[in-house]
């Protein structure tokens, strides 16, 4: 599944506590609708890994509330400015999944 986010196409994978943390990288959590046959993803909060996280323990707050995640690929510079804008507008925000469900 691709989701758009502020102007740029994402892919988007299914969160579980077994996926592999890469360090250094924005991770973007999302949350799951489903409406009319088109999944929709309601932004959670994001948080940059540091290159010794190895575990999902640093994004153990989110388990429990998203379904899914993302991970820009960009410059630092830009996923710096990308997490900004997601904070400074994340009342609401929500992203339509670019396949049908």
């Given at each position: 599944?691709?989701?758009?986010?502020?102007?740029?196409?994402q892919y988007v994978y299914e969160l579980n506590n077994s996926i592999d943390i890469v360090g250094?990288?924005?991770?973007?959590?999302?949350?799951?609708?489903?409406?009319?046959?088109?999944?929709?993803?309601?932004?959670?909060?994001?948080?940059?890994?540091?290159?010794?996280?190895?575990?999902?323990?640093?994004?153990?707050?989110?388990?429990?509330?998203?379904?899914?995640?993302?991970?820009?690929?960009?410059?630092?510079?830009?996923?710096?400015?990308?997490?900004?804008?997601?904070?400074?507008?994340?009342?609401?925000?929500?992203?339509?999944?670019?396949?049908?469900?």
């Amino acid at each position: 599944m691709m989701v758009e986010i502020l102007g740029k196409i994402q892919y988007v994978y299914e969160l579980n506590n077994s996926i592999d943390i890469v360090g250094g990288r924005l991770y973007v959590f999302l949350k799951q609708h489903v409406r009319e046959g088109k999944a929709y993803y309601e932004y959670l909060g994001s948080m940059f890994s540091t290159l010794e996280d190895n575990t999902t323990a640093f994004m153990s707050a989110f388990l429990t509330i998203s379904t899914h995640y993302a991970l820009p690929a960009a410059p630092q510079a830009e996923l710096v400015e990308l997490k900004q804008a997601l904070d400074k507008n994340d009342r609401g925000l929500e992203f339509e999944g670019k396949a049908l469900v």
